[in-house]
């Protein structure tokens, strides 16, 4: 199996494309400056808090969901809040940065493959992130279109109905992503193939997002987006 043996790139969006943890942090530094709470402990706490939430309303709109978490956050750590103050963190998500690698990568992968989006967000909060990424995807699927967040496989299910369609087979498909708990688990159970993005390599633990349940098969592992295009560009030279 290599690189070139796919058509189609499926990306996870937060963690993997746009840098999430900084714009969590950077979002949450009302309440982190008045607590004792350190960065990869809030990281933890808001991955905890997210994924029940997500649980508990599928449905709902990822910006309003954050703006349940900042409370919940709040309320964990002590702190009085605003519910403006919480509105404020789920409009947040349009300002988060971009992986300096990512719109030059994403330039370079869009010459050779179709690349989708399949992500835990709302249209409206995407279209921020998007421009960011300075790149036009083939197809946008979001937990608002589907009704559900990832890992719930109705997530896969519903991607794979969609490119099905256009042609193409799961074979095609290599899933791209960072989060083993929301991506590699459940897309490894499609049997999909899988690319690792990283990001944490250098950090411990999983930092915004739960650790998955299991063990975790992945098909290639690189640390950046950026590395994952200088791969597929050496074999094209060999």
């Not at 197809?139 to 490119?163: C, H, V, W």
């Not at 095609?172 to 193939?193: M, Y």
């Not at 390599?201 to 992945?218: D, M, N, S, W």
Request: glycine residues 6%; charged residues 25%; hydrophobic residues 40%.
């Amino acid at each position: 199996m290599n690189l070139t043996d796919f058509k189609v790139l499926t990306f996870d969006c937060y963690g993997t494309l746009i840098d999430w943890e900084t714009g969590i942090l950077e979002s949450l530094s009302s309440l982190l400056d008045r607590s004792s709470v350190d960065r990869e402990q809030a990281l933890q706490t808001f991955a905890e808090f997210e994924s029940r939430q997500q649980a508990q309303t599928p449905d709902m709109r990822y910006a309003d969901l954050l703006g349940h978490v900042f409370i919940q956050l709040a309320e964990h750590w002590g702190i009085d809040v605003t519910r403006e103050q919480a509105g404020q963190f789920g409009l947040s998500i349009r300002d988060w940065p971009a992986f300096p690698d990512a719109p030059d990568a994403l330039a370079y992968l869009k010459r050779y493959y179709k690349l989708v989006i399949l992500s835990n967000v709302d249209r409206e909060s995407f279209v921020g992130s998007n421009q960011r990424l300075r790149v036009e995807f083939d197809q946008i699927y979001t937990a608002e279109d589907i009704g559900s967040y990832k890992p719930d496989p109705r997530n896969f299910e519903y991607m794979l109905d969609k490119l099905g369609k256009l042609g193409y087979a799961p074979s095609a498909i290599l899933h791209t992503a960072q989060s083993l708990f929301h991506d590699h688990v459940p897309a490894s159970g499609f049997g999909l193939a899988t690319a690792w993005i990283d990001r944490r390599h250098y950090k411990q633990g999983f930092g915004a997002t739960k650790p998955p349940p299991a063990e975790v098969r992945v098909d290639f592992h690189f640390h950046s987006l950026g590395e994952m295009a200088a791969a597929h560009e050496t074999i094209l030279k060999a």
